[in-house]
């Protein structure tokens, strides 16, 4: 069982001379709401119509209040100045998580993004993986009715294992002809980082390929050497040098799979989510700087991000989530909205121990949906959002419950 300080509300900072009225989910139970003073003349709130008696004040800096919450909740906030709010609530669940199968990626063309991944050394592969057409899988994805795709499923490792990177080239009306993010500090899924024991000879040999890259490599304030390139319609991968694996041989040496990045908003609110999740380990990865680790970035000037990496505990095998909340720059445009088929990456998968029972845990807590399960009576795959719109897969054996 994993327990987390989930954010039902916020964070919101509310400016001017204002009234708003929201709506969240919550579990019926205990919460708090959260007030931070930002310039503050005067506030009054209510949460599902009972005016909060304890307010902040000019003078107050932080105020927590404790509050009930239904499963549907309403607030209201009139503001004259400046003030922050956020709701939290405890909550607990199991949701068996139990893996990471694959990071999904999106291509214009499966053909030049199978030669892609063969570049890479992704020697192996499952080709076809899954029909072209299922209006079960299509509807989980956010599709009014059916889809038309073709799916490669790449390994490091041949016979394939998981992680895979699952490739889609949805055909027809259901291609959706948007670019990948620009930039690295987009919100969303942004890059997947491999390693490598041979940084500067797979540089070479990519580059002999006509593979796009960033810039030169260069080396973070944590001491880590990295490089990023880019796939043919422009989704970034993230290079580092490591010293696990076998010895450099002239091909490319990627290794293994080290974490899945996602840039979040509110670094709070994500690493909590992420914790009822499962993933419990986490390692503190806040950087900045200039120079080359800025232009390795695609950045002039100084870049700043909060950052934790988070990982799966004892019994699984261990995935790691890298979690960045950008500071300098900033941008604030959202994750790609359904449905799933946004060119670049645009989902993240894992494998549950019993679907129907982890899907009944996520609605109960409250957590968005995107559609119905789909697939087949015996095992199928579900879509939730994470706190900024970020897609959730969760794949596995159906109990019928």
């Not at 088929?341 to 957590?367: C, P, Q, T, W």
């Amino acid at each position: 069982m994993h327990e987390a300080n989930l954010t039902r509300f916020g964070p919101s900072v509310f400016g001017g001379v204002s009234a708003t009225a929201s709506t969240f989910r919550a579990l019926e139970g205990a919460g708090k709401l959260i007030l931070w003073n930002e310039g503050l003349l005067n506030a009054r709130i209510k949460i599902n119509g009972l005016a909060v008696q304890s307010q902040v004040s000019a003078e107050d800096t932080e105020v927590v209040i404790p509050i009930n919450l239904n499963r549907d909740n309403t607030i209201e906030v009139s503001v004259s100045g400046t003030l922050g709010i956020r709701v939290t609530q405890v909550a607990q669940a199991d949701l068996g998580l139990l893996c990471q199968g694959y990071f999904g990626l999106n291509t214009s063309d499966i053909e030049r993004q199978r030669a892609f991944y063969e570049t890479l050394g992704f020697i192996g592969e499952i080709y076809p993986a899954g029909p072209e057409t299922s209006t079960t899988f299509a509807q989980a994805l956010g599709f009014e009715d059916d889809y038309l795709i073709h799916v490669s499923l790449h390994s490091l490792e041949n016979p394939p294992v998981m992680p895979f990177v699952d490739t889609v080239e949805f055909r027809e009306d259901s291609f959706r002809d948007e670019p990948p993010y620009a930039d690295l500090n987009h919100i969303g899924m942004a890059y997947a980082t491999y390693s490598t024991t041979d940084l500067d000879g797979d540089i070479a040999y990519l580059k002999s390929k006509d593979v796009e890259f960033v810039s030169a490599p260069a080396i973070a304030p944590n001491g880590e050497r990295f490089v990023f390139l880019k796939d043919q319609d422009g989704a970034y991968l993230k290079l580092i040098a490591t010293s696990e694996g076998e010895a450099p041989t002239e091909n490319p040496n990627l290794v293994r799979l080290v974490n899945t990045n996602m840039n979040v908003t509110d670094l709070e609110r994500s690493r909590e989510f992420y914790r009822l999740l499962g993933f419990t380990e986490s390692i503190s990865a806040s950087q900045s700087g200039a120079g080359d680790f800025a232009i390795a970035h695609g950045f002039d000037g100084v870049i700043e991000f909060e950052g934790v990496d988070v990982s799966l505990g004892e019994g699984t095998d261990g995935a790691t989530l890298q979690l960045r909340q950008w500071k300098t720059p900033f941008d604030d445009a959202k994750a790609y909205p359904p449905p799933v088929n946004h060119l670049g990456i645009d989902r993240i998968n894992f494998y549950v121990k019993d679907l129907d029972s982890a899907v009944e845990a996520m609605n109960e807590l409250g957590f968005e949906q995107l559609g119905p399960i789909g697939g087949m009576p015996e095992i199928g795959i579900v879509f939730f959002f994470d706190p900024d719109g970020i897609k959730v897969q969760l794949a596995g054996p159906r109990s019928g419950e």
